[in-house]
């Protein structure tokens, strides 16, 4: 039977929402996730005695970066016959409460941990060496967050080039018209920053190739879920012109999407295709339209099923201790949905977003990785970026 844990013992329901339209995986490992092959459960239980993941701020059901992970890990189990719990931190969470998540979930029988999220580092670092025998997959955490030279060698850190998702947004938009646009990050995190900043860059390399004169409005809401105040400052935003917003951040988004169907205006969503749930509350007549345009995704659950498939098939040593970090270069990892459904843009074609990808895999585009948020991406003349604080 799967317990969901918190921090405070409180229960949580999780929702089971599947993205739809996701790019092919070019993943060198197995199918794990949806195997039903009597070989390979035995091979993963063998290996996996139970999978945790202990949870970045914000909720399980975030429809984005939490609730990515996780629905890789349950299917994960489902199909192997393996254990799955999640542990969620409570608000304003310490290294203390993260590395409780860590021992609650090795107590109740885990030896494979996912930590999801950069804020991790610090604990994972403890936990490393607390528990040898433990696996450990971090997602969106790099040697820099755990504060070694190295990665400890019961450690697996699966990063993405966010950058490269968001310049494909911010591209496509101005492409399709847009000249007025915003970015809405949660918190200024590193991959928040990648994605924000590739944004930026798309967008800017789009209008200098039309012609066009474009504006930017850039701001953090400190939170990776939607508020009042949040909202407030999207309105204010789409009530001034602004046309179509990028809303990088967890459950944020809700703030994005509110405003947006208040003013009629666009929202590109994140990590996850989130087409669907622009559906679903139309058809649960929340509102009146779907209000994504489309999603800067990254791979969160082909890179957590590649890493339990490693140790699944006893090939842990292979991957352990280093970053695989997943790209263009490496496989359809980052991007945009192509499918029918997801894709919503009014004259920006499938084949010009085909085509600006390879320029990217080739290496005839490099997007700029930094992930400094005091040093803002350089622009033309043909973009007006106003950073907001």
Request: proline residues 3%.
């Amino acid at each position: 039977m799967k317990k969901i844990l918190s921090l405070t013992l409180a229960g949580a329901m999780m929702l089971s929402l599947a993205a739809c339209g996701a790019p092919s995986s070019a993943s060198t490992s197995s199918e794990a996730g949806t195997s039903t092959d009597a070989t390979t459960e035995n091979a993963a239980t063998a290996n996996i005695t139970a999978i945790a993941q202990v949870c970045d701020v914000g909720t399980i059901d975030d429809e984005s970066f939490n609730q990515g992970c996780w629905d890789a890990i349950e299917a994960y189990g489902e199909a192997n016959g393996i254990d799955v719990d999640y542990y969620l931190p409570p608000d304003d969470p310490s290294d203390e409460d993260r590395q409780t998540l860590i021992r609650n979930a090795v107590n109740d029988g885990a030896n494979t941990v996912v930590c999801v999220g950069y804020l991790y580092g610090a604990s994972l670092a403890w936990a490393a060496t607390e528990y040898p025998d433990v696996h450990f997959i971090g997602v969106d955490i790099t040697a820099g967050d755990i504060g070694t030279d190295e990665i400890p060698a019961n450690v697996y850190c699966v990063t993405y080039k966010e950058e490269q998702a968001g310049y494909l947004a911010g591209y496509a938009a101005v492409k399709d018209g847009f000249t007025d646009l915003g970015f809405l990050g949660g918190m200024a995190v590193p991959a928040v920053i990648r994605f924000g900043y590739g944004f930026v860059q798309g967008a800017d390399a789009a209008a200098q190739e039309i012609g066009a004169d474009i504006n930017i409005k850039y701001w953090y809401g400190g939170a990776f879920a939607g508020d009042a105040n949040i909202t407030a400052k999207m309105e204010s935003w789409y009530s001034a012109g602004t046309e179509v917003v990028f809303a990088c951040g967890g459950g944020i988004y809700t703030s994005a999407v509110e405003a947006a169907v208040k003013y009629e205006g666009k929202v590109i969503g994140v990590d996850v295709d989130q087409h669907y749930i622009g559906e679903r509350d139309v058809a649960d007549g929340k509102y009146s339209y779907n209000p994504f345009v489309t999603s800067a995704m990254k791979g969160l659950g082909e890179g957590v099923t590649d890493s339990l498939d490693h140790i699944a098939n006893g090939t842990w040593s292979e991957i352990a201790g280093t970053n695989g970090v997943y790209g263009l270069e490496q496989g359809d990892y980052v991007g945009l949905p192509t499918a029918e459904t997801s894709w919503c843009f009014s004259t920006f074609t499938v084949e010009e977003y085909e085509a600006e990808v390879e320029k990217i895999r080739s290496g005839e585009i490099v997007v700029n990785d930094d992930s400094d948020p005091a040093v803002l991406p350089e622009v033309s003349d043909s973009t007006t970026l106003d950073y907001q604080t």
